[in-house]
């Protein structure tokens, strides 16, 4: 497998990359709509919340509470009003454990940290609610490897550029890890940096794009193959 040259720093996504994430919003829709049943099926209903999220997102962002909030709008919309308090307090309960996700970090992930931050300058780049994912970082345990952690609304050509002034680092001496192409991938390859692709096997609708080959793009199967081109 080709190396990654002359980096000089190393930044990493941390949801599906370092923990466990996006299945978990997938069961905790699949039981919003086990209590919404009466007017739909798991299908008919998560196309209607994806509608509800894609209208909200501008507003809302990402993460747990966005979450919430088109959760129970659309129980409102599918419904005709007709949903129960008691149902919207199940709906709640549901949206309430997505907050306690443990971030137990994946097998091997902490051996690789430990690793790769003795190489080299680590950040942590997420994006979403800055509450929820400063909770997941502390019950993960990983903080200390990483020099600099960066929660953002949103990873665009312009977050990336931003992130890259501010932690001192052109584009082109960078790299960027995660497993969304859309949000991890592409955007700093159109700037002229490095990016390794390491896909989770659940991907959020919203983070689904054409990819594409690059010179500067590297795929893995896990995470502990950073160690082998890094």
């Known amino acids: 497998m080709e190396k990654i040259g002359n980096v000089k720093v190393v930044c990493i996504d941390a949801d599906d990359t370092l923990w466990e994430n996006e299945t978990l919003f997938r069961e905790g829709e699949a039981r919003w709509a086990g209590i919404l049943g009466e007017w739909g099926t798991l299908e008919s209903l998560s196309a209607e919340l994806y509608k509800v999220e894609s209208k909200n997102m501008e507003d809302l962002g990402y993460g747990v509470k966005a ?9 409102v919309k599918v419904s005709g009003g007709k949903v129960s ?3 919207m307090g199940s709906i709640l309960e549901v949206a309430r454990d997505l907050l306690h996700n443990p971030a137990t970090p994946f097998l091997g992930v902490v051996d690789t940290l430990s690793e790769l931050s003795s ?18 970082i ?19 050509e312009r977050e990336y550029r ?12 960078a790299v960027m890890v ?7 991938v592409a955007p700093v ?3 002229g940096g490095w990016a390794v692709h390491i896909p989770f096997h659940v991907l959020w609708e919203h983070e689904k794009t054409e990819e594409f080959d690059h010179p500067r793009l590297r795929r ?9 081109i890094l």
């Open 67 to 75: 979450f919430i909030i088109s959760l129970m709008e659309t129980a």
């Open 85 to 87: 308090g008691q149902q």
């Open 119 to 136: 190489r080299y300058p680590l950040a942590l780049v997420t994006k979403g609610d800055m509450l929820d994912q400063e909770h997941k």
């Open 138 to 156: 502390r019950r993960s345990g990983l903080r200390k490897y990483f020099r600099w952690v960066e929660i953002i609304s949103e990873k665009g």
């Open 162 to 173: 931003d992130l890259f002034s501010d932690i001192g680092v052109a584009p082109e001496d």
């Open 178 to 184: 995660g497993n969304s192409f859309k949000s991890d």
């Open 189 to 191: 390859l159109r700037l």
């Open 220 to 228: 893995l199967e896990n995470f502990t193959q950073l160690l082998d």
